[in-house]
């Protein structure tokens, strides 16, 4: 079509529908793809989204340490935009990926935004890997009480079943 913004969007869904299946690979292929894109072609707003989805395809790879400044210039490509669909289940993975590598306070507000995103209604259909990343999030916290991740994980099925999203509950 030779349309730039809708080559951004395929890019990037590209990457979303591979994170998706959780295919690492794919994803970073197709994440690095739209940085290289909005590089080339100026647009911070695929910018962001590129870097948000390949630091979310690094933490699906094993590489989470290096997938945290990747997911911080991220945000903040997507904060000059004021756009962020998506993005509390990206903040769901930056808990995560900050946990992991031992930055728990930074990682509890990461999940305190998670947390308030679910309770305000808006962006459904990624709730249920929110609900699962903060599962993940809390087994990583020091004297984590596992039954707070459990709750999480239950939360995340019982919502899956809810919206028969039946992906979303394999995953959960």
Same mark, same amino acid.
Request: charged residues 25%.
């Given at each position: 079509?030779?349309?730039v913004?809708?080559?951004?969007?395929?890019?990037?869904?590209?990457?979303?529908?591979?994170?998706?299946?959780r295919?690492? #690979?794919?994803?970073?292929?197709?994440?690095?793809?739209t940085?290289?894109?909005?590089?080339e072609h100026?647009m911070?707003?695929w910018?962001?989204y590129?870097?948000?989805l390949?630091a979310?395809?690094?933490?699906?790879? #094993?590489?989470?340490?290096?997938?945290?400044?990747v997911m911080?210039n991220?945000?903040?490509?997507?904060?000059?935009?004021?756009?962020g669909?998506?993005?509390?289940?990206?903040?769901?993975?930056h808990a995560?990926?900050?946990?992991?590598?031992g930055?728990?306070?930074e990682?509890a507000?990461?999940a305190?935004l998670?947390r308030?995103?679910i309770?305000s209604?808006?962006?459904?259909y990624?709730?249920?890997?929110?609900?699962?990343w903060?599962?993940d999030?809390?087994?990583?916290l020091p004297r984590?009480?596992l039954g707070d991740a459990?709750?999480?994980?239950?939360e995340?099925?019982?919502?899956?079943r809810?919206q028969r999203?039946?992906t979303?509950?394999?995953c959960?």
């Amino acid at each position: 079509m030779g349309h730039v913004h809708t080559l951004g969007h395929a890019l990037a869904h590209g990457a979303i529908f591979a994170l998706v299946a959780r295919n690492a #690979g794919e994803a970073l292929r197709f994440s690095a793809e739209t940085i290289a894109f909005a590089d080339e072609h100026d647009m911070d707003l695929w910018r962001g989204y590129g870097s948000i989805l390949n630091a979310y395809a690094r933490v699906l790879a #094993g590489d989470t340490a290096s997938s945290i400044p990747v997911m911080e210039n991220g945000f903040w490509h997507l904060a000059r935009t004021q756009t962020g669909t998506m993005v509390p289940v990206h903040h769901a993975v930056h808990a995560y990926a900050l946990a992991k590598v031992g930055r728990f306070d930074e990682a509890a507000r990461e999940a305190a935004l998670v947390r308030d995103e679910i309770r305000s209604g808006t962006e459904r259909y990624f709730w249920t890997e929110c609900l699962r990343w903060l599962g993940d999030y809390q087994r990583l916290l020091p004297r984590a009480d596992l039954g707070d991740a459990e709750a999480s994980y239950e939360e995340a099925l019982e919502c899956a079943r809810r919206q028969r999203a039946l992906t979303w509950e394999l995953c959960a």
